[in-house]
């Protein structure tokens, strides 16, 4: 065989190897949110992260996109509550599948690489899961605490039902992101009653602040009665205060008074003298009893008061002023005889 013949042999060969390789080689394009499931003669051989796969002459493998964004279950349900209330809800369960190779690898040898196969599993497990949170809630307790609710369904979810068993979201190897309730819908019957309740609520709540504002009025009146009573008080002491005073002090003036008139006879004479005119000025003529002190007398009578004698004791009980006795006119000079 000369040389051109063998060189067409040549490249008849490599063209022949270059379409096997090309028939048979294997090229994935893995985009972000996936991971690749390589296998090989039906057992997985590795995991492919996000890139270009690409193997020659591989007629017995093959990669199988896995998805493993977060993806959104919604259930609606007919449960019953703790307190015998049937009643229709709605959830809403983000997951998404986990990302470790052994978990991949695990995940699609029991699952595969479908998402409607794992989504079908999840559903059941989402409706048990449903199903046990509603018992351990009344109705109203269901609708005022939708947290706690959704709280008890991803508990169920995640957590493992006894020693040695694993929890739903780890026999789908998956990670439960977050639960929601989404709606409770309740009879009109019910719905009534919780209107009714809602009402009376209202109500109590006005009536207790009522009972705060009067409460608080009364505490406020109250105090401020103490305060006046307290004022009152202090203005009483010191009007009590000032008459004590004034009384300590004219007693003082008095004493003196005493002490200067009997050390001095004449001092003493001329206020009986003063008092004398003071009472005579309105020209009238007073008869006084002779075992009177006259100083005493007069001296009350110009202040104001009266002293009643006792003649048979001596002493002199005061009283309230008294008007004097009617005075005697006196008589008209009978005429000089011539």
Same mark, same amino acid.
Do not use: C, H
């Given at each position: 065989?000369?040389?051109?013949?063998?060189?067409?042999?040549?490249?008849?060969?490599?063209?022949?190897?270059?379409?096997?390789?090309?028939?048979?080689?294997?090229?994935?394009?893995?985009?972000?949110?996936?991971?690749?499931?390589?296998?090989?003669?039906?057992?997985?051989?590795?995991?492919?992260?996000?890139?270009? $796969?690409?193997?020659?002459?591989?007629?017995?493998?093959?990669?199988?996109?896995?998805?493993?964004?977060?993806?959104?279950?919604?259930?609606?349900?007919?449960?019953?509550?703790?307190?015998?209330?049937?009643?229709?809800?709605?959830?809403?369960?983000?997951?998404?599948? %986990?990302?470790?190779?052994? =978990?991949?690898?695990?995940?699609?040898?029991?699952?595969?690489?479908?998402?409607?196969?794992?989504?079908?599993?999840?559903?059941? $497990?989402?409706?048990?899961?449903?199903?046990?949170?509603?018992?351990?809630?009344?109705?109203?307790?269901?609708?005022?605490?939708?947290?706690?609710?959704?709280?008890?369904?991803?508990?169920?979810?995640?957590?493992?039902?006894?020693?040695?068993?694993? =929890?739903?979201?780890?026999?789908?190897?998956?990670?439960?992101?977050?639960? %929601?309730?989404?709606?409770?819908?309740?009879?009109?019957?019910?719905?009534?009653?919780?209107?009714?309740?809602?009402?009376?609520?209202?109500?109590?709540?006005?009536?207790?602040?009522?009972?705060?504002?009067?409460?608080?009025?009364?505490?406020?009146?109250? $105090?401020?009665?103490?305060?006046?009573?307290?004022?009152?008080?202090?203005?009483?002491?010191?009007?009590?205060?000032?008459?004590?005073?004034?009384?300590?002090?004219?007693?003082?003036?008095?004493?003196?008074?005493?002490?200067?008139?009997?050390?001095?006879?004449?001092?003493?004479?001329?206020?009986?003298?003063?008092?004398?005119?003071?009472?005579?000025?309105?020209?009238?003529?007073?008869?006084?009893?002779?075992?009177?002190?006259?100083?005493?007398?007069?001296?009350?009578?110009?202040?104001?008061?009266?002293?009643?004698?006792?003649?048979? =004791?001596?002493?002199?009980?005061?009283?309230?002023?008294?008007?004097?006795?009617?005075?005697?006119?006196?008589?008209?000079?009978?005429?000089?005889?011539?």
């Amino acid at each position: 065989m000369n040389i051109a013949g063998r060189t067409v042999a040549i490249v008849f060969v490599l063209l022949i190897i270059i379409g096997l390789g090309a028939a048979t080689a294997r090229f994935v394009q893995v985009d972000e949110g996936q991971r690749g499931v390589i296998i090989t003669s039906g057992a997985v051989e590795g995991i492919q992260e996000p890139g270009v $796969f690409f193997r020659p002459f591989a007629p017995l493998t093959r990669v199988e996109i896995l998805n493993v964004r977060r993806q959104t279950r919604q259930i609606s349900q007919n449960v019953a509550s703790s307190d015998k209330q049937l009643y229709d809800i709605d959830i809403q369960v983000d997951y998404s599948r %986990k990302t470790d190779p052994e =978990s991949i690898r695990q995940m699609y040898g029991r699952l595969g690489a479908s998402d409607e196969s794992l989504n079908l599993q999840l559903d059941g $497990f989402i409706s048990d899961a449903l199903k046990s949170a509603s018992t351990g809630f009344t109705l109203d307790q269901a609708l005022s605490d939708r947290g706690g609710f959704a709280q008890r369904i991803r508990n169920n979810l995640t957590t493992a039902p006894g020693q040695g068993q694993e =929890s739903p979201a780890d026999q789908l190897f998956v990670v439960i992101e977050a639960v %929601k309730v989404l709606d409770i819908k309740v009879s009109d019957d019910y719905a009534r009653l919780l209107s009714e309740k809602a009402n009376l609520e209202v109500q109590i709540e006005t009536e207790e602040r009522r009972r705060q504002q009067i409460e608080a009025q009364q505490a406020n009146n109250l $105090f401020q009665a103490e305060q006046e009573a307290k004022v009152a008080l202090t203005q009483e002491k010191g009007r009590t205060a000032a008459a004590l005073e004034a009384a300590s002090r004219e007693a003082q003036v008095r004493a003196i008074q005493g002490r200067y008139w009997r050390e001095n006879p004449e001092l003493f004479d001329l206020r009986t003298r003063e008092l004398m005119v003071e009472m005579l000025k309105n020209g009238n003529i007073w008869f006084i009893d002779p075992n009177t002190n006259l100083t005493l007398l007069l001296n009350q009578m110009a202040t104001g008061t009266t002293v009643i004698p006792n003649p048979s =004791s001596g002493q002199r009980t005061p009283s309230q002023p008294e008007a004097p006795a009617a005075p005697v006119t006196p008589a008209e000079p009978a005429p000089a005889t011539p």
